[in-house]
């Protein structure tokens, strides 16, 4: 029982519409001979000469989903104490009042993971990240401009990004402090300043690294890195998780 | 705020790189525009609509044209092969493809449909199906079938203004298609912000 409902919770990331444009050609994609899209090719570039990391991505499996750790071994993860132990309780509760369950929305950074496509977009001073879970959108200013002071804390946050060298940086504060990174738990206060690196190193194939900086819930900035594909030749789906979510009031904890 | 600025300052001649039209920018209705008026008198059956809960009630997903009608803002990116439409309302989003694919025949129904885009000079035209029958037209409570074709017509008619002309055409609800136009402003230097429905059921 325990299993289905932690498997329901997972599901509840998943696409349920059916295909439409799922076939059509991604355009200016390298092939292969035999016409499929070369994932192994060189990254593409913009016309500036930076790396393009527009295109839709995929996390590979649940894994970082599940636990965001889950490369680090467990002492690793540099907890303050009562953010241990509210991971703790969480686990122990089995994700029971994960605001996901709710249909509330993944915050940054554990979009990247969910396993549903994000489609990424270049624009003259901003990056878009389309999320196919939720249908949500976050944008990334590249104009220049600093963190607001103002700013209404939020489940994504304000991001700003910006190249170094073939990295697209961005760096995101103004987290609602309601986070859970991942479906076991680590949270994330509203004090975190979150870096991701994207770096796309061929044509199928991105590394995102993820450094996490929140004083008050670890005691020193720990790193990440997920590693998502590239979809070619489909689009995304539209999915409304309050249109199928039947497990809220199934899910029970211990 | 260096972007926003040049942005803001762009005209309808400001062109983009195919020669068309700039429609980028956060714009904002000038007040909510309801179609109920010009919907009832074309409806074929009244009754058969009237007890339909208002989907933003139940924070699934808004939709089409409702979601262009305020009064929340709204806000165009556009791409040469993409323009697309982010809302504050249910921090959402709709893809307008403009690389000439054509909409999909037969399409699993969905809240916010379809959409293909192409210029008429320099009017972008949005053509929509594909959608479920769940969603309002208005903040009014307008019904629709799945049989609804949504064309919206962007205007920029000067860098502070668009014109939206948006045509309803659902022969299994209304007897004629008809049309109603909608006025928006840019907010310069403003961005969105969240709003997550859930958040804010009352």
């Keep these: 029982m325990k299993g289905l409902l932690r498997a329901a919770t997972l599901l509840s990331f998943l696409a349920s519409a059916q295909a439409q444009w799922l076939n059509y050609p991604t355009k200016n994609a390298p092939r292969t001979k035999d016409g499929k899209p070369d994932m192994s090719a060189p990254a593409p570039r913009t016309k ?11 996390a590979n499996g649940l894994k970082y989903l599940i636990n965001i ?4 071994k467990p002492d690793e993860v ?28 993944s915050g940054t950074p554990e979009k990247e993971a969910v396993t549903s496509p994000f489609k990424i977009m270049q624009f003259p001073g901003e990056m878009l990240i389309l999320y196919e879970s939720r249908t949500i959108y976050r944008e990334i200013f590249t104009d220049g401009r600093t963190m607001p002071k103002d700013f209404k804390p939020s489940w994504q946050g304000f991001s700003i990004g910006h190249w170094d060298g073939d990295d697209f940086v961005v760096e995101t504060t103004g987290l609602n402090g309601k986070i859970w990174m991942d479906t076991n738990g680590h949270p994330l206060t509203e004090a975190a300043h979150v870096t991701e690196r994207f770096r796309r190193h061929d044509y199928g194939h991105m590394d995102i690294q993820i450094t996490i900086d929140d004083p008050k819930a670890y005691t ?35 | 705020m260096l972007a926003a600025m040049v942005v803001s300052s ?12 700039d429609l980028s920018g956060v ?50 990116l556009q791409s040469p092969d993409e323009v697309v439409l ?24 969905a809240w916010l449909g379809y959409s293909v885009g192409k210029w008429d000079g320099d009017t972008l035209v949005v053509d929509s199906i ?17 049989a609804l074709h949504v064309t919206e017509r962007f205007h920029r008619r000067d860098a502070g203004h668009l014109d939206i002309q948006i045509t309803i055409d659902d022969p299994k609800t209304f007897s004629h298609p008809f049309t109603v136009t909608e006025h928006v402003r840019l907010s310069p230097n403003v961005e969105l912000t969240e709003f997550i429905c859930l958040e804010n059921r009352k």
């Design chain 1, 48 to 58: 500036d000469g930076k790396v393009d990391v527009t295109g839709i991505w995929l």
């Design chain 2, 10 to 21: 762009l005209g309808p001649r400001a062109a983009m790189a195919q020669g068309k039209p």
């Design chain 2, 86 to 109: 982010l809302y504050q309302d249910f921090t959402t989003f709709r893809q307008v493809f403009t690389d000439g694919r054509p909409l999909p025949q037969d399409p699993q129904p």
């Design chain 2, 27 to 76: 714009w904002k209705p000038d007040k909510v525009l309801s179609i109920r008026a010009k919907a009832n008198a074309l409806l074929l059956n009244h009754k058969a609509t009237e007890s339909k809960r208002d989907p933003d009630a139940n924070c699934t997903l808004s939709g089409v044209p409702r979601l262009d009608l305020g009064p929340k803002p709204f806000k165009i």
């Design chain 1, 69 to 72: 750790a889950a490369d680090l």
């Design chain 1, 78 to 105: 540099p907890f303050q104490p009562w953010a241990a132990a509210l991971y703790k309780e969480r686990r122990e509760n089995l994700g029971r009042d994960d605001p996901n369950n709710l249909c509330l929305p």
């Design chain 1, 220 to 254: 020193k900035p720990w790193t990440i890195t997920e590693n998502p594909h590239l979809m070619a030749d489909t689009e995304l789906l539209e999915s409304v998780c309050e249109e199928n979510n039947k497990d809220a009031r199934h899910i029970v904890g211990k």
């Design chain 2, 130 to 146: 594909g959608f479920n029958d769940l969603t309002w037209l208005d903040n009014a409570g307008t019904p629709h079938s799945e």
